[in-house]
Structure formats: structure tokens, C-alpha cells
């Protein structure tokens, strides 16, 4: 009888690598991290020098990726526009309750936190009032915003005895203006350090929103309630 062959143990079969699942990008908080990356650019390099490209690299993302959120450019902006115009409208109208009936001091008390407000978020403020870099069609930002800009009015109405609505009056319309563009042009020159020197030598930094500031909204023109 021939020998038998020895017959080697059969290997099982290989098996096809699974195909690997094509998953979508995630990432949990790029959201939050391109409008912080946003705010941080503005800060150092001003609105005009903002680049998608240089957030997206901040936020360790390709320049693509901010499109997943935001569309372009612009849907960035607006949206970080949107938010400081949201924490802008609250802070005023969390100063207009605090001046309670008094028309002159909820005026007051809202010029106090429209200049905290830039202050405290230099980079928001700087975007919120560039209409040219963000969409504005943006129906969101239009809500808040105007929300902001009402807290004013109403107080303006309020001192010139004018119910929500009568038509703004010219001298009403001129008020709204004044103590707009002397609230404006305050932070602005707070926020460029303006004042530093002077308050240096009038009790510190602190004197800025203490003591300048409701020395200049002192000075505005308050004309007389309609009758």
C-alpha cells in the first residue's frame, strides 16, 4: 500500500479588509473654537485684517471646515456680530431696569453699559458697527440689534414724554443722536487709551466709567418735554 500523505491542517480563508464607513467631520466644539479664533484675530490684527484661512488654522481645522457651520466669510461675522449685538441688547436693557423711572438716569445707566460693554469685549464691538464686513440681511442679527437700538429710544421717548407710538420728534431724534454719538465716541477713545493719562492722575483706571463718563453724558443737550 502506498504511503499516505501527510495533509496539512487547511488555513481558514482570508477574509476582506472591511471597506472602512466614510464618517462625517465632527468636531464637538468647532463651532465655539472658530467664533473664540474670530474674536482673538480681531483683537490682534483689527476687522480689516481678518482672515478665514488664519481662524481655521487657529482652530486646527482645514479652511474648509468653517464652511460646515457658517457658509463663508460672512456667515462667520454675522454670526459673531449677532452674538455681541444679543449680550449688547441685554446689558442696556438690564441698565434701562435699573434707572427705573427716572428717564435722565435710565439714559445714564445705559450710557455706562454701552461703554462697559466695548470695554469688556473690544473685538465684538469693533465687528458689530463694520456693516460692510458681515451680511446685513441677516434676519437674526437684524432682531438684536434693533432690540439694542430700541433700549435707547424707548428712554429717549421717555424724556421727551413721547408714548411708543408717537413719531420721534426732531429734537427727540437730535437727543437719541447726541447722547449715541457721545457714548460711541467715548469707548472709542477708551478703548484706544485715550484717557489713560488723565486718569492717572484722577484716581486710576477706574476713574474712565466713574468718573469721565458721567461727567461728558452730564453735558449733553436735554431738550425740553414735549407738551
Do not use: C
Not at 28 to 51: C, H, N, P, Y
Not at 150 to 169: F, H, K, S, Y
Request: glycine fraction near 8%; avoid cysteine.
Amino acid at each position: 500500500m502506498p504511503a499516505k500523505k501527510s495533509v496539512s491542517p487547511r488555513k481558514p480563508p482570508k477574509r476582506k479588509a472591511a471597506t472602512p464607513v466614510a464618517r462625517p467631520y465632527h468636531h464637538g466644539d468647532l463651532r465655539e473654537k472658530l467664533i473664540a479664533a474670530t474674536e482673538a484675530l480681531i483683537l490682534e490684527r483689527g476687522v480689516d485684517g481678518f482672515s478665514l484661512r488664519e481662524v481655521a488654522r487657529r482652530a486646527g481645522v482645514s479652511p474648509a471646515a468653517p464652511a460646515h457651520h457658517f457658509g463663508d466669510t460672512k456667515g462667520l461675522l454675522s454670526d459673531v456680530a449677532r452674538l455681541g449685538f444679543k449680550d449688547f441688547g441685554d446689558a442696556l436693557l438690564e441698565a434701562d431696569r435699573r434707572g427705573g423711572n427716572d428717564p435722565a438716569k435710565r439714559l445714564d445707566e445705559q450710557g455706562i453699559a454701552y461703554v462697559t460693554f466695548a470695554l469688556k469685549n473690544p473685538a465684538r464691538f469693533a465687528l458689530m458697527f463694520r456693516h460692510d464686513k458681515y451680511d446685513a440681511t441677516n434676519e437674526a442679527l437684524h432682531v438684536v440689534a434693533d432690540r439694542a437700538f430700541n433700549a435707547l429710544e424707548g428712554a429717549i421717548r421717555a424724556v421727551q414724554g413721547l408714548a411708543p407710538t408717537d413719531e420721534m420728534t426732531e429734537d427727540a431724534y437730535g437727543l437719541l443722536l447726541a447722547t449715541w454719538s457721545i457714548v460711541h465716541g467715548f469707548a472709542h477713545l477708551a478703548l484706544g487709551g485715550e484717557l489713560d493719562d488723565a486718569a492717572r492722575t484722577r484716581g486710576g483706571k477706574d476713574a474712565i466709567l466713574k468718573s469721565f463718563l458721567p461727567l461728558a453724558l452730564k453735558h449733553r443737550p436735554i431738550p425740553s418735554p414735549r407738551k
